[in-house]
């Protein structure tokens, strides 16, 4: 049976870490919300009486399981798609990867939205220059660079983040670089440039057949100014 | 062999949640910045040579293995502990719970620091301000009220978060109901008013035997204004 998967359309945000997962293992699903609009989503974050509600998009169902929250459906979903080792060892370093990826991606979402979610942009722009100022100065060279020290201090080599095997963690690298390429091209153009091995990651899921054909899909939404990695000049400083 | 738990001393933070896990479960522990002063703790997140090396504090050492990231150390020691369901729908689900208050202990963080971690309090006040007054009239009652229906809907009764045993969500329900208890008096008064069993779950942690006597010792550093719940009465609107 297919997985289903329950995220805002029109944007990639939390949802296309999920995405990435799915079209590199090649594995059947549909995308409910962007194929057959959000009241069945919706639906789904009120169902009333006895169940597992999820607090907010993406979240996941695989039969009769539903799951939300990103770092916790690629938990589940690592396993049977191939995307995380065999140990348990490999797969809570894997997921501690991706929770520090879901800190950095929250934290560029705040870039825009540092006073509310629920405000325009235009409601915060002087907060919003000031938290993007430390976002680029400190909170991306500190990101990357951490992810950089993983990848050097990987026993099995700077190939993968994980071991000597492609996991979801290097897909989610791939995707938190291409959100902070397109957000801040300066700020992170700089910070990449004392990361090599985090560039070398990159490059290489971008190259995979899969994610490569994905990419050039039109299931791959074009970054926007909805989304969490969004392009304002006034933000790159 | 006693579990390590890293953390900075002086406040509860994020590493509380671990401790109470822990203290719940009566297992042996050593709180080593705490007791030992931060050097060990600052080694183990700059270690050079092949590892993998935590992102920040709270990490937590278990024999050879090495966890960060406080959702990801609770999935580590839920089934050790006994403080998670057996199946592994129960697990996700109780992570998934875990991450979603992550996601508001995140937030109660950012009222008192909206632009950066990096600058004190009283370099962004102004900012804090708006931000706060966005944290009690929406998501503090969003995020109460979303547990306050986990626990309506749970199918075994409104007694704990998943099933009819203790987990760590409960533990963690428990301390960020005491977080937003302290910072936010007056807006938890008001939004816990309408989220009874959540209080009566708060309750009941409170009046665990170990829970209880953990919360008399001298182990239980007290709320201040270097941790993440402050109390600063002008955020309290």
Same mark, same amino acid.
């Given at each position: 049976m297919a997985y289903e998967l329950y995220y805002w359309p029109g944007i990639q945000g939390r949802g296309e870490f999920v995405r990435l997962a799915l079209e590199e293992a090649g594995a059947a699903y549909v995308d409910v919300a962007r194929d057959e609009g959000i009241d069945a989503m919706m639906a789904g974050l009120s169902a009333p009486g006895p169940g597992r509600p999820p607090f907010a998009p993406p979240y996941l169902r695989d039969g009769d399981l539903v799951i939300g929250q990103t770092a916790a459906i690629l938990l589940h979903l690592g396993p049977r798609l191939g995307l995380v080792g065999e140990s348990e060892a490999d797969r809570v370093w894997t997921h501690q990867i991706q929770l520090t990826i879901a800190d950095a991606v929250a934290e560029a979402h705040d870039t825009h939205h540092p006073i509310a979610s629920? %405000?325009?942009y235009e409601d915060q722009k002087p907060e919003a220059a000031r938290r993007a100022e430390d976002f680029r100065s400190q909170r991306i060279p500190k990101y990357l660079g951490w992810l950089e020290r993983v990848l050097a201090a990987n026993p099995a080599g700077p190939?993968? %983040?994980?071991?000597?095997r492609l996991s979801y963690a290097d897909l989610s690298l791939f995707q938190l670089v291409e959100g902070l390429a397109y957000a801040f091209p300066r700020a992170t153009e700089r910070a990449l440039a004392e990361t090599p091995k985090v560039v070398a990651l990159h490059r290489s899921v971008a190259s995979r057949p899969r994610i490569g054909a994905y990419l050039e899909s039109d299931r791959r939404t074009p970054f926007n100014e909805d989304g969490i990695f969004r392009r304002y000049p006034e933000l790159d400083g």
């Open positions: 629920a %405000l325009y190939r993968y %983040l994980v071991g000597d």
